[in-house]
């Protein structure tokens, strides 16, 4: 299988590449750095992988490779744990949802020129969203049928999905995944890791607020599963079954690192530091994976305390 990727260079698209890379398929990196990209996937270890530079906001003959491809992977995006500037918030929106439009774009272009030259176009997208669609609560929860939230997360989510939802207009077959926090060796966790190796990990805030979390390697297991099965389409939460409050999350993390959780951060802390972004971990929302689980999909860690026995000692 031919498969394009967005994103390919960050904390779940470089482990995606190197799972797909490694039982055979044939990888288009479409990327904004492709410096960084070689040195991540340098040819002499991985020749069939090939990247080509594209800005993701602008059409351009990047759009060209995609016609030839079986799917197209879009994890692309900008960064939302950081200070919400105007001119941030402005990124973090077009990067996801134009960014997704030119994506849609590229595939409609492909149905024309598959059709033109027997080639073949992209027969899936598997595109990226956010438990933020759902807004924020400490006392609801929320599956994949829930209405959306009403803050800016919410509607970055909503506008990233409704340019995916485009695509179906050229016959592929989408899937959108809308993604808890991430844990794994880096990312939010390594974030978090530091004070609880000095002896000075704790809550984050009320320590009250939901923590839906999904392992590295059962998010990436989630896109290849979709990936593969030409029955599945639609909307899936990709967060483990079993959310924990932010207190727990921490209590568990102090046993795994045998270290006390006993100094909160403060909300004001967080809010010097990032402002308006603060909101994504003083903030919460449950999230259950109905949907998902409907599908027979597997989870490896379904339960937190497996996921960072597995994850910590790493780093």
């Not at 288009?28 to 960084?36: A, E, F, G, S, V």
């Not at 997360?153 to 939802?165: I, S």
């Not at 079993?242 to 102090?254: D, S």
Request: glycine letters at 10%; one cysteine or more.
């Amino acid at each position: 299988m031919k498969i394009a990727i967005t994103g390919a260079t960050g904390f779940v698209g470089s482990r995606l590449v190197v799972k797909l890379y490694d039982r055979g398929d044939d990888i288009l990196i479409l990327t904004r750095n492709p410096d960084k990209a070689r040195r991540i996937y340098p040819k002499s270890i991985y020749p069939k992988i090939e990247i080509i530079p594209y800005i993701a906001t602008e059409s351009g003959d990047w759009q060209k490779e995609i016609c030839g491809c079986d799917a197209v992977i879009n994890l692309a995006g900008e960064p939302i744990s950081e200070r919400w500037t105007g001119e941030a918030k402005r990124a973090i929106v077009a990067s996801r949802e134009i960014g997704t439009e030119k994506i849609v774009e590229a595939i409609s272009r492909s149905e024309r020129v598959a059709t033109a030259l027997a080639d073949q176009k992209p027969k899936v997208l598997i595109n990226s969203s956010a438990i933020g669609y759902y807004g924020t609560s400490e006392t609801a929860s929320f599956d994949e049928n829930s209405p959306p939230g009403d803050d800016f997360l919410a509607d970055v989510c909503k506008k990233w999905e409704t340019a995916a939802q485009k695509v179906k207009d050229y016959g592929t077959r989408l899937v959108i995944l809308r993604t808890g926090i991430v844990l794994g060796n880096g990312g939010a966790l390594g974030k978090m890791i530091p004070p609880f190796k000095l002896f000075a990990g704790g809550p984050i805030g009320s320590g009250r607020q939901w923590f839906s979390w999904i392992h590295r390697d059962d998010l990436i297991n989630l896109i290849i599963y979709c990936l593969d099965r030409q029955g599945i389409s639609g909307t899936f939460n990709a967060t483990a079954p079993n959310p924990v409050r932010m207190k727990e999350f921490c209590q568990i993390l102090g046993e795994v690192m045998n270290r006390p959780s006993w100094l909160p951060v403060p909300d004001f802390a967080l809010e010097i530091l990032l402002g308006e972004g603060a909101k994504i971990v003083l903030e919460g929302q449950e999230v259950l994976p109905k949907a998902t689980q409907a599908l027979g999909f597997d989870y490896r860690y379904p339960n937190l305390e497996a996921a960072l026995q597995e994850i910590v000692p790493k780093m």
